[in-house]
């Protein structure tokens, strides 16, 4: 029953974030509206968004990606882009923030590595995008930051192979505050 649902959702954010793109001629400005869009309409139909937000952040992320990449905008900055409009659309719907960051990025990297891009690069965008998300919506941007990168690192590990140390060192580098957090998890699996 989950699953059949979360397939629901993926495919039905993939169709919509998909139609609201074609025939735009500046795409790359209409992803994040045409996300929180996509993602605040289907979240109508969900019921109680604050206990499902991790997987609908998830789906809307793996289907508004799916979306965007149909129509040949598959790119880093797009799924920064896409994790920035889920978590405000999830937000808005009333979804918490620290799993819709969670939801969010972690899914973000697992579809960077399904569609090729660079999952390191891709971290350290979906970690800015959630923080300017949060921003955007009056949430902990703190709080955010480490949900983000925790999350990143989480997809990281599940991914595999050298893709931790990657991920860890491009988040030390490039995001704002992640070296502590980056860090702290490195102590902890050691």
Partial sequence: MVFSLINKLVDGVKGGVKGALEGVSDIGSAIVSSVKDAAVNTLKGVGDVASQTLNSAASIVKGAVGGVADVGEATVSAVRKVVR?????????????????????????????????????????????????????????????????????????????ETYEAVAGSLSEGVEGAKDIVDAARGKNE
């Avoid at 819709?100 to 590595?113: C, E, P, T």
């Avoid at 949060?134 to 709080?143: E, I, P, S």
């Fill in 85 to 161: 409009g889920t978590i405000e659309g999830v937000m808005e719907s009333g979804g918490k923030q620290d799993e819709a960051v969670r939801g969010a990025v972690g899914q973000a990297l697992h579809s960077a590595k399904d569609l090729g891009l660079n999952v390191a690069d891709t971290a350290v965008e979906a970690v800015k995008g959630s923080v300017g998300a949060v921003k955007q919506v009056g949430g902990d941007t703190a709080d955010a930051t480490k949900s983000a990168v925790m999350a990143a690192l989480n997809a990281a590990k599940d991914i595999g192979g």
